[in-house]
């Protein structure tokens, strides 16, 4: 198959951070990258002398000597290859066999231009004057010690805090999930906790709720939110135990029912036909999520007494009634049953027939009915009446994307990750820099355990912000440094209390009183705040950074500015495929774009360069040279860097030796036979240069294949896809050496991040080759059978973007708690040496820590759960800086409303990190099961402890985890937990690690992609169409669409499209004609074309990959590649069907529950 599932993604070039969404970023001309952070920091407004900026940076001190092993005698053995050659004369690298370049190509004259750039020196960010604080004014009162009280906020902000929970608010929670069921009185949204929207127009911005035909916006004059548009029906239900004869239909009250298998022995045979009936064409009907919102209280009356199907479900679907198994025979040992009591949150449906022996729904499943014999007529649950995740979303833009997001109140659940919002900075840490599974935590582990809701922080500390945001200031106490708890070595932030007239403060961490240094002092005004509150970021913000003293530097001394070096793979295949080529031409254009702070001309950042196949190629790119020199190490036993001085240098003082070198790579190389490789040796190269440099830094390794040419780290090819499934499949995801392990463990004490590019036309053990790059905070892409006509852009893009984006050096991250809780585990691309430190040798915009909390005492809902991410760093300059920030959440000790502040967004994040780690050590469908089994207790605990009493029939989901089933599903039977026949063991372990680093917004939309048909988009508007369900059944024959996963997108061309739609969009005259082979669309200039390839561009600047580009026809091969990603319905690897583990899902809470 050409075309590689896994493919990869590059990152849109001069984009925004990946995470937000929809945000309208200016064009990638002439920017470097909003990455360029760090230089807007914005002039603090106060008067305090410490907000300036920084020390310049430390300048650079090359060391004289070469490093020892480099040393000229060590060259003995190897003379022939070490000494230096002027590339002039150069030889061929000795393994090469190929005749040496008569002589060095000539020097390009002048400066290469790189033309996408445009004006270098267009920022991105706020200008400076811009990025001044905007003070609140004093009709906003920030408090940030004081509490929760959503009484002290001010009024011009809506206040989405959760009430306190209530048995009242709970059951108008649960009546918003299920009909029928509960005894709702009123109230408004408690399940959501906001109150209703003042504005129902979203904001600005290409990513909007454009679904207005789709849902009904909700307004003031309608009552209360949509979620709980059902919620006064209940009122007037009995109560569904009254009437069990509707919900004695399930499974587990099958005796000898066993947990089921649930990844193996999965005949198709066993699954009920989830798309074998009939149905009708969703374009033809309803089935719009927003309109089946109506639905169940029409229905509702009905569904329970008696046994003709509701109408809601003969209504939309007009092709066989669907509900007739329900007339049908019975089956042997049940009577009928009037409907699978699936209770949800208003959108909820009825059974679309009985379901008597529930056939084997989830994978696995056996027929649980008691006759073995032929499956009985499927049940099917309505599509339509299940929670959607478009609708959700929908939703969540309409009721949150118009206010913007401040900060102020303790335990705010932020809005949804697909909304697009303005965050305003009041004493918590952005959304966009921390996320929870939970905003208010249980108080104590009791209550979390018996819930069994993980506790955790998805932290991304140098996320990117929109331009709107302000980034935050940097601090300046001299040398003094921040002011810290004396005990818990806590940073000063809004939490903490100054007593004694403003002479001490004690900690919110620790409690420890600490003494303010004479430097800081400040008088308290008469609230107990210090009168410089809004002076200082450290007081009165979440986020903000402080300068570092020398005392936060290795061997106490300033670091050096960082160092780039460029590892080039010229073997056969690199050079055949015109990847050297490639490489080296971006180089030289791409070189001017370095990372650098705002205020300094240039970047303080140099390279070096090194090419390889089985021997070393190193480059001295000194100024003085009229041409770059090579110097060949051979002997990769032992690696040494056989150079230091020209090595490391300055781009614009070296630059026509560096241009003369890019053009003189690819000729030199142009006839090699060399096919093998090696590749620890040439991750130690760049360590021994960065050491001998003495500074920190990244290597850009571009790499082909599998590393068998002896050497340290040399690799078999031990890949086996009979594994899978077995106990032995976990070993696929492991290193097959532990030699990667400790090159990264030095690498991690250099401050060397390794960044991967990998181009393998066969198998090459990314679980073993990632391993550097994982455990060093490095990023990992692979661009599977590289072809340079369809891949070069994708590549290309991702390479600006990852040369260009901000990026932190050398740095640790610690994560403080208030006490009671207390960080336990964490997730991510890093390296740790003890238990609390999280080490990384870079940490760039797009990474994602993950952190779980545990319990170790009591919590107290007056004083809240507190935490400090505190992040030190080293910047592009080499400026020593620390990022902290500060979130506050509540705690409680009713579990309702643990369930009432839960996101599930973030769940999904964690949980999907700790089922791929957990690959590593247990056999997957082990890890299957301990995922669903979590999900099923915390549903169960819900149901059990705040659901109002109901039918065991029902399956009651809270609000704010309706959700969970679905999205579980589709981490489930993601590639790595349940992989089809076409993903590679190489796949495999790169998804592995992608997801392992990403933050909320690219798991939901890597898990859920985003589907969207294209010939509903309205030319004339900026806004995207309205998403639609990833299900094959929400397709029509005559549209076109357009899926996106943050990896690859799809468009998906029906076969019977008009075909002025096809000329529009492809510019030939027929379907047939439609060539899947593009990569990208063609340029036409027509309203149609333009419409869709804005599109594309808007999603390729959102996400923090540049995504391959994939035609597919309706009832092409390719088709099946598609339709893996339709994640509603039953997958071709075994994964069910949304409806399907939604059944299941059921199952299990009621097992847990009898
Ligand atoms: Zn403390």
């Given amino acids: 198959m050409s075309v590689n599932q896994q493919a990869h993604t590059g990152p849109p070039y001069g984009q925004p951070q990946p995470g937000y969404q929809g945000y309208q970023q200016p064009g990638y001309g002439g920017q470097p990258l909003p990455g ?142 299920t009909i029928g069921s509960t005894s709702a009185s009123a109230p408004p949204p408690a399940g959501l906790g906001y109150g209703p929207p003042t504005s129902v127009s979203p904001v600005s911005g290409s990513f909007t709720a454009t679904g207005s035909g789709v849902y009904t916006p909700y307004t003031s004059s309608q009552g209360p939110p949509p979620t709980s548009v059902s919620q006064g029906l209940p009122l007037a239900q009995p109560p569904f135990s009254g009437q069990p004869i509707s919900t004695q239909r399930l499974p587990t009250q099958v005796p000898g029912f066993a947990p089921p298998p649930s990844s193996t022995g999965i005949g198709p045979s066993s699954y009920p036909p989830t798309t074998g009936a009939p149905r009708p064409s969703p374009m033809q009907g309803p089935p719009l999520p927003g309109q089946t919102v109506a639905g169940p209280p029409t229905s509702q009356p009905n569904h329970v007494s008696s046994p003709p199907p509701p109408s809601i479900m003969s209504g939309p679907h007009p092709g066989p009634p669907p509900m007739s198994g329900l007339h049908g025979p019975p089956p042997p040992t ?53 929670p959607s995740p478009i609708q ?31 965050v305003k900075d009041q004493g918590n840490a952005s959304p966009r820099y921390i996320r929870c599974t939970s905003y208010n935590i249980p108080c104590t582990s009791d209550m979390a355990k018996q819930s069994q809701v993980p506790l955790a922080a998805v932290i991304k500390p140098l996320a990117t912000l929109p331009p709107e945001e302000t980034l935050p200031y940097l601090v300046d106490h001299g040398e003094s440094g921040p002011v810290r708890c004396n005990r818990c070595k806590a940073y000063m932030c809004p939490f903490m209390q100054f007593i004694e007239g403003g002479r001490r403060f004690q900690c919110c961490f620790c409690s420890c009183v600490t003494e303010v240094p004479p430097h800081y002092f400040q008088h308290l005004d008469h609230t107990g705040k210090r009168v410089d509150f809004y002076d200082r970021p450290e007081l009165s913000l979440g986020s903000y950074e402080f300068l570092a003293t020398v005392d936060y530097c290795k061997n106490n001394k300033f670091p050096s500015p960082p160092a780039f070096v460029f590892m080039i793979d010229v073997s056969y295949n690199a050079v055949k495929s015109g990847l050297v080529r490639l490489i080296c031409e971006e180089l030289k254009s791409l070189l001017d774009y370095l990372p650098r702070e705002d205020d300094m001309e240039e970047s303080a950042i140099r390279v070096g360069f090194v090419t390889y196949n089985k021997v070393l190629h190193f480059y001295n790119v000194k100024s003085s040279l009229a041409q770059p020199q090579m110097m060949v190490v051979s002997d990769v036993a032992d690696m040494f860097v056989p150079l230091l001085d020209g090595f490391l240098v300055n781009v614009n003082e070296s630059r026509t030796v560096i241009a003369s070198l890019l053009d003189q790579i690819p000729e030199m190389f142009a006839d090699t036979r060399e096919t093998e490789t090696v590749f620890a040796p040439v991750i130690q190269a760049g360590l021994e240069a960065l050491k001998a440099a003495e500074c920190a830094g990244k290597l850009f390794i571009f790499h082909t294949s599998l590393p068998i040419a002896e050497a340290p780290g040399k690799l078999k090819n031990r890949d086996d896809k009979k594994l899978i499934n077995t106990d032995k499949e976990k070993t696929l995801f492991q290193p097959q050496t532990s030699f990667y392990n400790n090159l990264a463990k030095d690498c991690v004490a250099q401050g060397c991040c390794v960044d ?141 409303d643990l369930y009432r502040n839960c996101e599930t967004d973030t769940l999904i994040n964690y949980l999907a990190k700790y089922a791929y780690r957990g690959v590593l050590n247990s056999p997957v469908k082990t890890v299957r099961d301990t995922l669903i089994n979590q999900c099923a207790q915390i549903l169960a605990c819900y149901r059990k402890n705040c659901a109002s009493p109901s039918s065991a029939g029902q399956l009651i989901l809270p609000e704010c985890m309706k959700l969970l089933p679905v999205y579980l599903n589709c981490v489930l039977k993601s590639d790595v937990l349940q992989p089809g026949p076409e993903v590679t063991t190489d796949d495999r372990a790169y998804i592995r690690q992608l997801v392992t680093s990403m933050d909320v917004a690219e798991t939901n939309v890597f898990f859920y992609p985003r589907l969207l048909p294209l010939t509903k ?116 690897s075994g994964g069910a069907s949304y409806v399907d583990f939604l059944c299941h899902m059921h199952k299990e809470i009621r097992q847990l529950l009898s």
């Avoid at 310049?56 to 004289?64: E, R």
């Avoid at 000795?94 to 790189?114: D, F, I, K, Q």
């Avoid at 932190?808 to 994560?815: L, P, S």
């Avoid at 397709?1035 to 990896?1047: A, T, V």
């Fill in 36 to 177: 360029v952070p760090h230089s807007q920091y914005g002039t603090y407004n106060g008067p305090m002398p410490g907000y300036q900026q920084p020390v310049p940076p430390q300048g650079y001190f090359p060391s004289l000597g070469f490093p020892s092993k480099g040393s000229p005698v060590s060259l003995n053995s190897d003379t022939s290859s070490l000494a230096p050659n002027f590339i002039g004369s150069l030889r061929a690298p000795p393994t090469s066999g190929a005749p040496p370049p008569a002589s060095g190509a000539s020097l390009p004259s002048g400066h290469p231009v790189y033309s996408q750039f445009g004006q270098g020196d267009v920022q991105n960010g706020i200008p400076a004057s811009a990025a001044q604080m905007h003070r609140l004014p004093a009709s906003q009162p920030f408090l940030p010690g004081s509490a929760p009280t959503p009484v002290s906020q001010p009024s011009t902000f809506q206040q989405y805090g959760p009430p306190p929970a209530s048995a009242q608010q709970l059951s108008n929670q649960m009546a918003g999930m």
């Fill in 334 to 386: 049940h009577p009928p049953q009037p409907g699978y009591q699936m209770q949800q949150n208003g959108s909820f449906g009825q059974a679309r027939g009985p379901q008597p022996n529930y056939g084997g729904a989830y994978p696995g499943t056996p027929n649980y009915g008691s006759q073995p014999g032929p499956p009985p007529p499927p049940k099917r649950l309505d599509p339509d009446s299940i």
């Fill in 392 to 422: 959700v979303i929908e939703d969540d833009r309409s009721n949150r994307g118009s206010e913007p997001f401040v900060t102020g109140v303790r335990g705010q659940v932020p809005p949804l990750v697909t909304t697009n919002f303005l």
């Fill in 756 to 896: 991967l590019f990998l181009f393998p036309n066969q198998y090459l053990d990314v679980a073993t080759l990632g391993v550097v790059t994982y455990q060093t905070g490095g990023s990992i892409y692979k661009y599977a059978y590289f072809q340079l006509e369809t891949d070069q852009d994708r590549f290309l893009n991702d390479l600006r973007r990852d040369v260009q984006k901000e990026v932190g050096f050398d740095a640790v991250m610690r994560v403080r708690t208030s006490t009671g809780i207390r960080a336990t585990d964490f997730f991510g691309a890093f390296y740790m040496s003890n238990t609390t430190d999280v080490e990384m040798a870079g940490l760039d915009c797009d990474k994602t820590i993950t952190v779980e909390f545990k319990h170790d005492d009591k919590l107290s809902e007056d004083s809240g759960a507190l935490l400090q991410c505190a992040l030190l760093y080293t910047s592009c300059a080499g400026q020593r800086r620390l990022r902290i920030h500060n979130l506050s959440l509540n705690c409680c000790t009713q579990l309702a």
């Fill in 1017 to 1132: 988009a309205d030319v004339d508007s900026d806004s995207l169409p309205a998403a639609i369900r990833n299900s094959e059944e929400r397709l029509s024959k005559g549209d076109i669409y357009l899926l996106e996963n943050g990896l690859n997108i799809f468009v998906w061309v029906g076969v019977n499209v008009q075909q002025g739609l096809i000329q529009n969009l492809f510019g030939v005259s027929s379907f047939s004609q439609i060539s899947n082979a593009l990569s990208t669309l063609p340029v036409l200039e027509n309203p149609f074309s333009k419409k869709v390839r804005s599109i594309v561009d808007m999603l390729q600047v959102q996400r923090s990959r540049y995504m391959k580009l994939i035609i597919v026809k309706q009832e092409d091969k390719l088709e099946m590649l598609f339709k893996h990603f339709l994640v509603e319905d039953k997958s071709l």
